[in-house]
């Protein structure tokens, strides 16, 4: 395998020293491209897009091409591991994702079992090693998965939710099946992880979307319990190098320090959340990974200059930050708008460290 010729994302998440602060973006590959959507276009739809490999290296590096990012990120969706488990995962049109057959009854969640990531998710661990040969090294390549609990928010409703009733009422009345979706969930998420890491994902990157729906008392029990478990199972070293990951809760300000405490090397923050704050909460625990408001990408150049100031002025001094925005870039957003976020990142946070060094 060829060295990294640019290693500044793996280097901040060890909390390392370097140049500039390194910066990627959730959703980074997606309908604000229009080569992407050319793309789309060719394949079919999204999962067709997401089920080819060499269609899923193309988009994958198609924000790449265009702006300076320290980090790729693998083309696929958090909803192929519960596809693979057979609940038969399709987009309306204009609906966003929904499945076939959710989890609605006692007989269907006891049959429920873990796929072989070798198995129906093969496509996955194929686009990773494409994705791998075509970045030559250019910069580190993200794996990622759902947290068992966000998964189990999108098969227990079906699709996504404004109440998450039915997930609701399982939890209040049948806290047993849950707990069984869950531990299913965290074997499932596990070693899809590590197939990832095995086919040459250096960093990975837990999604809990919807962690931020439960309370305090059912967050730490039906959330962070199960992404603990995934995250002790995780391969943490490959290729001779430190495998970092990702804890991403959105809604999880609250929850700070336990998710520092969970055994993973950074956390997610969405736009919520002041990043000096969080800070001094988790301390030299873990790096931290974010958080500019995505709906800033909406405004005109220097109200994204100087929100992107204000991100990077609130970290603060001293290594251990990796720029991203709170929540997945929008499909509204100008690609201009993310030149400029991209060039203010870089040239700010070098102009930073050489004041303070001098
Ligand atoms: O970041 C990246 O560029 C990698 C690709 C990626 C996608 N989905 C591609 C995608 C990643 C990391 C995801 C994660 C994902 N998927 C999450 C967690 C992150 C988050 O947003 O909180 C969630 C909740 C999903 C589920 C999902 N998939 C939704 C809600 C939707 C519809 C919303 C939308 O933007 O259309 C998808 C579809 C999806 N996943 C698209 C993309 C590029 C759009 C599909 C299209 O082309 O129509």
Redo the contacts with the bound molecule.
């Keep these: 395998m060829q060295p990294l010729a640019n290693d500044t994302f793996l280097r901040a998440l060890a909390r390392q020293p370097t140049d500039y602060t390194p910066l990627w973006l959730?959703?980074?590959?997606?309908?604000y491209l229009p080569e992407y959507n050319a793309s789309?276009k060719k394949a079919g739809s999204?999962l067709a897009l997401a089920k080819n490999p060499a269609f899923a290296t193309e988009v994958t590096l198609q924000p790449l091409d265009r702006f300076p990012l320290d980090a790729a990120?693998?083309?696929?969706?958090?909803?192929t591991v519960p596809d693979a488990m057979g609940l038969g995962l399709y987009?309306a049109e204009g609906e966003?994702?929904r499945f076939e057959r959710p989890l609605r009854d006692e007989t269907s969640i006891r049959a429920l079992a873990a796929p072989d990531p070798g198995g129906e998710l093969r496509y996955v661990t194929d686009a990773v090693r494409e994705i791998r040969k075509a970045l030559a090294g250019r910069v580190p390549l993200i794996g990622?998965s759902?947290s068992p609990y966000?998964l189990a928010c999108y098969m227990i409703e079906g699709g996504?939710s404004d109440d998450f009733r039915a997930l609701k009422s399982m939890l209040y009345s049948r806290p047993d099946l849950l707990h069984h979706i869950l531990e299913v969930n965290a074997r499932a998420v596990a070693s899809y992880l590590n197939a990832q890491i095995e086919a040459g994902a250096q960093a990975v990157m837990i999604?809990d979307?919807w962690g931020g729906n439960l309370t305090t008392s059912g967050y730490e029990t039906f959330s962070l319990a199960y992404s603990r478990r995934v995250i002790a199972g995780l391969v943490r070293e490959h290729e001779g190098r430190r495998v970092p990951c990702i804890l991403f809760t959105?809604g999880g300000g609250h929850w700070l320090e336990a998710m520092a405490a969970s055994g993973c090397d950074a956390l997610g923050i969405d736009w919520s959340t002041d990043l000096g704050k969080a800070r001094t909460r988790v301390g030299a625990q873990v790096a931290l990974q974010g958080n500019l408001d995505p709906g800033v990408l909406f405004a005109p150049e220097q109200a994204i200059r100087s929100e992107v100031r204000r991100v990077l002025d609130a970290f603060g001094p001293g290594p251990g930050h990796v720029f991203n925005l709170g929540?997945?870039i929008s499909?509204f957003t100008a690609p201009e708008s993310v030149a400029v976020l991209a060039n203010e990142v870089h040239t700010y946070s070098t102009k930073l460290r050489q004041t303070r060094a001098a």
């Excluded at 959730?26 to 309908?31: I, K, L, P, S, T």
């Excluded at 990120?73 to 909803?79: A, K, R, V, W």
């Design positions: 959730m959703r980074q590959a997606g309908r789309r999204f990120i693998l083309f696929s969706d958090i909803l987009f966003g994702p990622f759902g966000t996504g999604f979307t959105k929540h997945g499909q």
